[in-house]
Nanobody, 124 residues
Framework: QVQLVESGGGLVQAGGSLRLSCAAS????????MGWFRQAPGKEREFVAGISRWSESSTRYADSVKGRFTISRDNAKKMVYLQMNSLKPEDTAVYYC????????????????WGQGTQVTVSS
């Protein structure tokens, strides 16, 4: 049974930082590209960041988070991380970790597995 479990969310002031973690189990982790998505109240889920199966140099980001967020992974620990710096109130959302057997350029509909999400709230 595949499980993705996010942690690290919380309440932070604007300009602050958080590090989200996602622990994967039940899958051959290094066969999967990983992504972070978010969904704010009343809005559709949106892509935040993606990372390829092997190389941390193969990453991509939404324009809204470029230069502020960094995705990384540790294949030995079956973990993926999202370091979020210079947080803004508009970053407030539930953040989801997802796994995809294809490309880290995949759209959300192409991801195979999803976590339950972790809430991030940024106060102004």
């Amino acid at each position: 049974q595949v499980q993705l479990v996010e942690s690290g969310g919380g309440l932070v002031q604007a300009g602050g930082s958080l590090r989200l973690s996602c622990a994967a189990s039940g899958l051959t982790f290094n066969n999967y590209a990983m992504g972070w998505f978010r969904q704010a109240p009343g809005k559709e889920r949106e892509f935040v960041a993606g990372i390829s199966r092997w190389s941390e140099s193969s990453t991509r980001y939404a324009d809204s988070v470029k230069g502020r967020f960094t995705i990384s992974r540790d294949n030995a620990k079956k973990m993926v991380y999202l370091q979020m710096n210079s947080l803004k109130p508009e970053d407030t959302a539930v953040y989801y970790c997802a796994a995809n057997r294809g490309s880290y350029y995949a759209t959300s509909g192409e991801y195979d597995y999803w976590g339950q999400g972790t809430q991030v709230t940024v106060s102004s």
